[in-house]
């Protein structure tokens, strides 16, 4: 089993920053990629950004692109996500996951396996 914990979220003004954090503890061997996902009230939730465990390869959605990156330190076992420039539509509740098994396809919710309870980030206009 593995456990995840995030820190970070908040309330901050449109176009400003916050750093996210992720802290994985159990079976961390197990641990092939990390995610970020993000769910608004009433939508589905979406994916973020992913990056391997080994080596390092980052995964971003698309339209986050240049605003959002994600990172890692493999001895604190712990992830982050850096998102600057938010905006309000960025208003959300932030997800940490993790994949236990490889595979090509990062970018949706069905191949993780852990979750994280979230932390709320919320953006002002």
């Known amino acids: 089993q593995v456990q995840l914990v995030e820190s970070g979220g908040g309330l901050v003004q449109a176009g400003g920053s916050l750093r996210l954090s992720c802290v994985a503890s159990g079976r961390t061997s197990s641990i092939y990629t990390m995610g970020w996902f993000r769910q608004a009230p009433g939508k589905e939730r979406e994916f973020v950004a992913a990056i391997r465990w080994s080596g390092g390869s980052t995964y971003y959605a698309d339209s986050l692109k240049g605003r959002f990156t994600i990172s890692r330190d493999n001895a604190k076992n712990t992830v982050h996500l850096v998102m600057n420039s938010l905006k309000p539509e960025d208003t959300a509740v932030y997800y940490c996951?993790?994949?236990?098994?490889?595979?090509?396809?990062?970018?949706?919710?069905?191949?993780?396996?852990?979750w994280g309870q979230g932390t709320q980030v919320t953006v002002s206009s």
């Open positions: 996951a993790a994949l236990s098994a490889y595979t090509l396809v990062v970018a949706t919710t069905t191949p993780y396996k852990y």
